[in-house]
């Protein structure tokens, strides 16, 4: 809406992207890996919080930097 000159393909690539992202979170990039990853031990609301935070950040990041 604000960036014009886009390619026609942008907004259907990035919302197959920002998909791909959203399934990476919840099967790969889980807070039960980042917990053996860093050595903690998250309790269930701490997974539950760490879930959305990953989610997040990695659309953040990675799905507005795809765009």
Known sequence: MFIK???RWAAWGTV?????VSWLCVNVFTP?????LLG?????????????????????FLTA???
Not at 48 to 60: A, D, K, Q, V, Y
């Open 32 to 36: 039960e890996a980042l917990g053996d």
């Open 65 to 67: 930097s795809f765009f």
């Open 40 to 60: 903690i031990d998250f309790t269930g609301r701490e997974t539950s919080e760490m879930r959305n935070m990953i989610t997040i950040i990695t659309h953040l």
């Open 16 to 20: 197959v992207f920002g998909i791909l």
């Open 5 to 7: 000159n886009t390619p």
